[in-house]
């Protein structure tokens, strides 16, 4: 299974953009890269996922480099609201089903 | 859209008594998880369900930890008896088939 190796903590100025690095460099061919975010006291938070390609919603974008060995999540324009733990998990396959394993996750600071 | 429910919220036990969580997964996901978050830590996957049968338990202590998804709907994780290292965030999480998962606000489990 491919592991993650993310900072353990990151502070971002709010209005500025938060780029979040994740290292991933034995993910496979067909393992994708989800991020998941979680605020104090509650549950994890689906924010994003890709392949191979970098993808853009609502909430942010997501930049995979093109050996995919690391990527990076961009929260534009950072809130406080976006203080979290943030998770970047590649996806494994287990007994058919997708099975997602979280790591430590980067803390995110965004302040005033 | 409802999102998951877990009962209680916070629950404080002596070592060696019994503890049961319940849960109540968005209607019509088929795919059910329980995670144990340890404080400073992600979230471990203890159990998953598809439907009502079992997909994955590898990681469930079972010899004090059981699961249960009656009818494929609601579930509950009962721990018996408890131990000093239980202390933990119980969450619940549920998904269409294996995809993006929606989680609960986790029931804290602190036992002295």
């Known amino acids: 299974d491919a592991k993650t190796t993310q900072p353990p903590s990151m502070d971002c100025a709010e209005g500025r953009a938060a780029n979040l690095p994740c290292n991933h460099s034995t993910i496979s061919g067909n393992e994708y890269v989800y991020w998941y975010r979680q605020i104090h006291s509650q549950g994890p938070q689906y924010i994003i996922h890709?392949?191979?390609n970098n993808e853009t919603n609502e909430m942010a974008s997501l930049i995979i480099t093109e050996d995919r060995k690391s990527s990076t999540l961009i929260l534009p324009h950072a809130t406080l609201r976006d203080t979290a733990v943030y998770y970047c998990i590649v996806r494994v396959l287990s007994t058919g089903f997708q099975k997602l394993v979280f790591g430590t996750g980067t803390r995110l600071l965004v302040s005033p | 859209e409802a999102g998951v429910a877990q009962s209680p919220r916070y629950k404080i036990i002596e070592k060696r008594q019994s503890v049961a969580f319940w849960c109540n997964p968005i209607s019509g996901h088929a795919t059910l998880y329980w995670y144990q978050q340890i404080l400073g830590q992600g979230p471990k996957l203890l159990i998953q369900f598809q439907n009502n049968g079992v997909v994955d338990d590898s990681q469930l202590p079972k010899d004090r930890f059981s699961a249960e998804r009656l009818k494929g709907v609601d579930s509950t994780l009962k721990i018996q008896p408890a131990k000093l290292e239980d202390s933990a965030v119980y969450l619940c999480?549920?998904?269409?088939?294996?995809?993006?998962?929606?989680f609960g606000p986790g029931t804290r489990l602190t036992v002295l």
């Open positions: 999480a549920s998904s269409i088939h294996s995809g993006e998962r929606f």
């Open positions: 890709g392949l191979k």
